[in-house]
């Protein structure tokens, strides 16, 4: 059982750019979501799925877009790369039901842009 | 806005020592608060939670008391060991939405 995967691990872009971070769960969670990480800011939630065909903006969505076509798959579109993108990404998912409660996350990726 | 304030930012120990972090929040509405415990280079996991209406919880070595009037939160390691050493995030959930709103994290190192 794979949980949350997350591709690349890696990345570094040139300003301006644009790439997809992909992410992939086999748990059958109906929810999904991003988040972005950095320094003395915690967890900030970018966009979320709850269901295929149904994505919403969290906190910070400016400059990303998601969709949703599948239950098992989440992409994060960066459209024009800022180094204010600069930041650990993260895709977490959890159940609907009786395990609402517990999201699981992905072990990340680290963007670099120039 | 941040909604959940967490603090320190970094916390250092000797092995065997009681590390508290401490988490404070405004909305009222919040109706259940994990902490999340993070290892270099790993997401994040949930380590214990805690709903409103209790005001201890605990899990091994690991204790979460709240103080609902305060609005405040904090977690408790005892007999803190260097394999503890992580990130740590406080969180909290707005019912209906489900969101959480995660505090800005805290670096613990328990020293050997």
């Known amino acids: 059982n794979a949980g949350v995967t997350q591709t690349p691990k890696f990345q570094v872009l040139k300003t301006g750019q644009s790439m997809t971070l992909q992410c992939a769960q086999d748990m059958n969670h109906e929810y999904m979501s991003w988040y972005r990480q950095d320094p003395g800011m915690g967890l900030r939630l970018i966009h979320y799925s709850v269901g295929a065909g149904i994505t919403d903006q969290g906190e910070v969505p400016n400059g990303y877009n998601v969709s949703r076509s599948t239950t098992e798959d989440f992409p994060l579109r960066l459209l024009s790369a800022a180094p204010s993108q600069t930041s650990v990404y993260f895709c977490a998912s959890r159940t609907a039901g009786s395990g609402a409660n517990v999201l699981t996350f992905g072990a990340g990726s680290r963007l670099t842009v120039l | 806005q941040q909604q959940v304030k967490q603090s320190p930012q970094s916390l250092i120990v000797q092995k065997g020592g009681i590390p508290i972090i401490n988490c404070a929040y405004e909305n009222t509405a919040f109706d259940y608060f994990p902490w999340y415990q993070q290892f270099p280079g790993k997401g994040p996991a949930l380590l214990i939670a805690i709903r409103p209406d209790v005001s201890e919880k605990k899990e091994g070595r690991f204790t979460i008391s709240f103080n609902k009037s305060a609005k405040q939160f904090s977690l408790h390691i005892m007999d803190s060991q260097p394999g503890d050493s992580a990130t740590y995030f406080c969180?909290?959930?707005?019912?209906?939405?489900?969101?959480?709103?995660f505090g800005s994290g805290t670096q613990l190192t328990v020293l050997p």
């Open positions: 969180a909290a959930r707005l019912g209906s939405a489900r969101q959480l709103t």
